[in-house]
T-cell receptor, first 112, second 120 residues
C-alpha cells in the first residue's frame, strides 16, 4: 500500500528565507508526483508536476526534485514571502490505477 | 486553462437530510472525475472514482449507498450524501481528468474549489 509522508508538518519562518519541504513515498512504482498548494478552506492549486522519468521541475521561485528510487521529493521555495503561507501537499499517481495518494501536508507560515 | 467548478461552495443541513454536490468541468470533457473528502488539518482521502456512463468505483470503507455518485455527462458528476449525519461534516473536493489531453497532461487532475458540508 502506497503511503506518502510529508515533513515537517508545520513550518514558521521569517520572510526571505529559502525553504525545503520534504515528501517521501513507500512504493517507487509511481507514474508522476505533484505538489499542490491549498489555502485555508479552499481547493487545490497545482504547482508542479514531475513525471517519473524526470528529475526536477521549476516554476518561478519553486523547484521540485524527484528521486524515484529512494522514494523522495523535495519542494524548494526561494526567497519566501508572506503570500506563500499555505498548506503544501504532495501527491503521487500510481501507474495503472489513476489514483492520487496525498500526504498530510506541510502548513507553512511566512511572517513579515 | 482547465477549470472545475463545484456547487454549492458551502451547505448547512439538518441531520437526516440528503445533500447533492455538483462538480463540473467548464472548458473540457472529463470521462473520469474523482471525489475526495478532507477533514480538518488532514489530507485528502479519495472516496470514489466516477466514470461517465458507468458505475462509480468506491474506495475501501466508503459506503456506496450513502455516497451516491452519478456521472451522466462528460462535464458533470454529482455526489449525493444521503441521510447525512454530523460525522459526514467535511470538506468535499472533486477533480477531473481532461479526456482530450495528450502526453503527460492526460494524467493531470484539475481540482474544484471544494464544498464545505456542515450537518447539524
Amino acid at each position: 500500500k502506497q503511503e506518502v509522508t510529508q515533513i515537517p508538518a508545520a513550518l514558521s519562518v521569517p520572510e526571505g528565507e529559502n525553504l525545503v519541504l520534504n515528501c517521501s513515498f513507500t512504493d517507487s512504482a509511481i507514474y508522476n508526483l505533484q505538489w499542490f498548494r491549498q489555502d485555508p478552506g479552499k481547493g487545490l492549486t497545482s504547482l508542479l508536476l514531475i513525471q517519473s522519468s524526470q528529475r526536477e521541475q521549476t516554476s518561478g521561485r519553486l523547484n521540485a526534485s524527484l528521486d524515484k528510487s529512494s522514494g523522495r521529493s523535495t519542494l524548494y521555495i526561494a526567497a519566501s514571502q508572506p503570500g506563500d503561507s499555505a498548506t503544501y501537499l504532495c501527491a503521487v499517481l500510481k501507474g495503472g490505477y489513476n489514483k492520487l495518494i496525498f500526504g498530510a501536508g506541510t502548513r507553512l507560515a511566512v511572517h513579515p | 486553462g482547465a477549470v472545475v467548478s463545484q456547487h454549492p461552495s458551502r451547505v448547512i443541513c439538518k441531520s437526516g437530510t440528503s445533500v447533492k454536490i455538483e462538480c463540473r468541468s467548464l472548458d473540457f470533457q472529463a470521462t473520469t472525475m474523482f471525489w475526495y473528502r478532507q477533514f480538518p488539518k488532514q489530507s485528502l482521502m479519495l472516496m470514489a472514482t466516477s466514470n461517465e456512463g458507468s458505475k462509480a468505483t468506491y474506495e475501501q470503507g466508503v459506503e456506496k449507498d450513502k455516497f451516491l455518485i452519478n456521472h451522466a455527462s462528460l462535464t458533470l458528476s454529482t455526489l449525493t450524501v444521503t441521510s447525512a449525519h454530523p460525522e459526514d461534516s467535511s470538506f468535499y473536493i472533486c477533480s477531473a481528468r481532461d479526456s482530450g489531453a495528450s502526453g503527460g497532461l492526460l494524467d493531470t487532475q484539475y481540482f474544484g474549489p471544494g464544498t464545505r458540508l456542515t450537518v447539524l
